[in-house]
């Protein structure tokens, strides 16, 4: 079983649609996550953070839910501009502050 | 601001040349990683170096060897490469490595490095 795991997609959603992704963990030990975006062929970007408390920034907002072991994003009112790979990273402390990359979960807004 | 530059952005092999790629960051972090990512696929990491000084291996690293070479540049090696080594390659850094430290260091990439070893 792989650390971190995610639905790979494609997720094909119509401008305005609000669309959710889980991304689980394995290791109860993992201590900080985050959601990185990644547009097709270019570097990976740091979209959010996710606090125990979730936290929000505009139109996207991100859970953890340390339980059940899974963090969530939540892109509401889709853009076009929101088209790209959806990265969950796990940082574990007993994986010497190493990230664990999800694969990937694809989105496309269309209009 | 530069960030985190990757040099070269493309590459093509035969099989059995070698080649080393750069990487040099101007925030100065303390940690450097490479990665692989094949289509389709995640982030694999090969090498890291938790501070100058220091290399570990990651989770694919046979095939590949690396070099901090001070504090801004970390350098990845391919000594024979195989037609399994092509990939996109990121270079990324972060502040600090260690989960005591706050461990919610952001990392940032390089633009990559596209090889093909044919």
């Known amino acids: 079983r792989k650390e971190v795991e995610q639905d790979p997609g494609p997720f094909n959603v119509p401008e305005g649609a609000t669309v959710a992704f889980n991304c689980t963990y394995s290791?109860?030990?993992?201590?900080?996550f985050f959601w990185y975006r990644q547009d097709c062929r270019k570097e990976p970007k740091l979209l959010m953070s996710?606090?125990?408390s979730g936290n929000e920034d505009g139109r996207f907002t991100a859970q953890l839910n340390r339980a059940s072991q899974y963090i969530s994003l939540l892109i509401r009112d889709s853009k076009l501009s929101d088209s790209a790979t959806y990265l969950c990273?796990?940082?574990?402390?007993?994986?010497?502050?190493?990230?664990?990359f999800g694969d990937g979960t694809t989105l496309t807004v269309k209009p | 601001n530069a960030g985190v530059t990757q040099t070269p952005k493309f590459q093509v092999l035969k099989t059995g040349q070698s080649m080393t790629l750069q990487c040099a960051q101007d925030?100065?972090?303390?940690?450097m990683y490479w990665y692989r990512q094949d289509p389709g696929m995640g982030l694999r990491l090969i090498y890291y170096?938790?501070?100058?000084?220091?290399?570990d291996k990651g989770e694919v690293p046979n095939g590949y060897n690396v070099s901090r070479l001070n504090k801004r540049e970390f350098s990845l090696r391919l000594e024979s490469a195989a037609p399994s080594q092509t990939s996109v390659y990121f270079c990324?850094?972060?502040?600090?490595?260690?989960?005591?430290?706050?461990?919610?260091?952001?990392?940032?990439f390089g633009p990559g490095t596209r090889l093909t070893v044919l």
């Open positions: 990324a850094s972060r502040r600090d490595y260690t989960v005591a430290s706050g461990g919610g260091d952001t990392q940032y």
């Open positions: 290791n109860s030990a993992s201590q900080s």
């Open positions: 996710v606090y125990s």
């Open positions: 990273v796990v940082i574990s402390n007993t994986n010497a502050g190493k990230s664990t």
């Open positions: 925030m100065n972090h303390n940690s």
């Open positions: 170096s938790a501070s100058e000084g220091t290399t």
